[in-house]
């Protein structure tokens, strides 16, 4: 029954107090593709990330990852399952070095217990895979660097590379580009079309060059609703997505 959707919304709802921030947003994200979310200020795209990442629970709505109801289960459960979502800079331990960061997070993912002063030993097991981990983001030249060290963009990538660790088949990506310079843009969006080799990806993301260049489908939101959906050339011709964002 695989139809190539890898993770599938159905009427996806949530209210705030009266307030429909998503309401009846049904979504098909392909197996293999990169996923854009997009649309003005305030059209529901971080409440429609958070729902679909397990982190606010939906009003009303089915989410379906590989033919399986996740609409119940819990973040944790679900990123074993292979749909994990990138955190934030925040999750990093800045006074780690970046292969510190990463082994930790390979520790993470085989499920043992967190305890990075008793387990160093443990550690140094995943220097392999975590090196390998830390060459595909770009990283190398930085391994022994502290994380609270990097430069911003290098931040994100240690990040995204922390989130790889967990062996994702689905990475959901919240703003890669927020807060970055051109550089980093384009070093970031080389990364993400790199790390969808073999893997999907939905993001939230303003920088609509960003999307242009790395979508292959575009969900656009407004008012908490699915305006248009298609491929950058179409829903950027849709005259109800350049009102929305005009009118925004
Ligand atoms: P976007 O990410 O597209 O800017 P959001 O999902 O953050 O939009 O917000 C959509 C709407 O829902 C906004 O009007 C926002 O004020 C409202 N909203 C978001 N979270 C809450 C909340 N926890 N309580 C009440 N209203 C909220």
Same mark, same amino acid.
């Given at each position: %029954?695989?139809?190539?959707?890898?993770?599938?919304?159905?009427?996806?709802?949530?209210?705030?107090?009266?307030?429909?921030?998503?309401?009846?947003?049904?979504?098909k994200i392909k197996r293999g593709?990169?996923?854009?979310?997009?649309?003005?200020?305030?059209?529901?795209?971080?409440?429609?990330f958070n729902l679909l990442t397990k982190f606010l629970p939906p009003t009303r709505g089915r989410i379906i990852y590989?033919?399986?109801?996740?609409?119940? %289960?819990?973040?944790?459960?679900?990123?074993?399952?292979?749909?994990?979502?990138?955190f934030q800079i925040s999750a990093v331990f800045p006074h780690l070095t970046a292969l510190e960061n990463v082994r930790i997070a390979l520790q993470r993912q085989r499920g043992d217990s967190f305890d990075f002063w008793r387990s160093q030993k443990v550690l140094l097991q995943f220097d392999e895979r975590a090196r390998a981990l830390l060459a595909e983001v770009g990283l190398s030249e930085f391994e022994q660097t502290e994380a609270g060290d990097l430069p911003y963009g290098r931040k994100r990538a240690l990040e995204i590379a922390t989130t790889l660790a967990l062996?994702?088949? %689905?990475?959901?990506?919240?703003?890669?580009?927020?807060?970055?310079?051109?550089?980093?843009?384009d070093r970031i969006a080389a990364l993400i079309r790199r790390i969808s080799a073999d893997r999907t990806i939905l993001m939230v993301e303003h920088n609509l060059s960003v999307v242009a260049s790395l979508s292959d489908t575009i969900t656009v939101l407004a008012r908490g609703k699915v305006l248009a959906e298609g491929d950058y050339a179409s829903v950027s011709k849709d005259p109800r997505v350049i009102e929305a964002y005009i009118g925004a």
């Amino acid at each position: %029954m695989d139809d190539g959707v890898i993770l599938a919304a159905d009427d996806l709802t949530k209210e705030f107090k009266g307030f429909f921030a998503v309401e009846g947003v049904s979504l098909k994200i392909k197996r293999g593709q990169i996923h854009a979310l997009i649309g003005p200020n305030g059209a529901g795209k971080t409440t429609c990330f958070n729902l679909l990442t397990k982190f606010l629970p939906p009003t009303r709505g089915r989410i379906i990852y590989k033919g399986q109801d996740i609409t119940a %289960m819990s973040p944790a459960d679900i990123a074993r399952l292979g749909l994990v979502r990138s955190f934030q800079i925040s999750a990093v331990f800045p006074h780690l070095t970046a292969l510190e960061n990463v082994r930790i997070a390979l520790q993470r993912q085989r499920g043992d217990s967190f305890d990075f002063w008793r387990s160093q030993k443990v550690l140094l097991q995943f220097d392999e895979r975590a090196r390998a981990l830390l060459a595909e983001v770009g990283l190398s030249e930085f391994e022994q660097t502290e994380a609270g060290d990097l430069p911003y963009g290098r931040k994100r990538a240690l990040e995204i590379a922390t989130t790889l660790a967990l062996d994702p088949e %689905m990475l959901l990506l919240d703003e890669p580009m927020a807060g970055m310079g051109h550089e980093d843009v384009d070093r970031i969006a080389a990364l993400i079309r790199r790390i969808s080799a073999d893997r999907t990806i939905l993001m939230v993301e303003h920088n609509l060059s960003v999307v242009a260049s790395l979508s292959d489908t575009i969900t656009v939101l407004a008012r908490g609703k699915v305006l248009a959906e298609g491929d950058y050339a179409s829903v950027s011709k849709d005259p109800r997505v350049i009102e929305a964002y005009i009118g925004a």
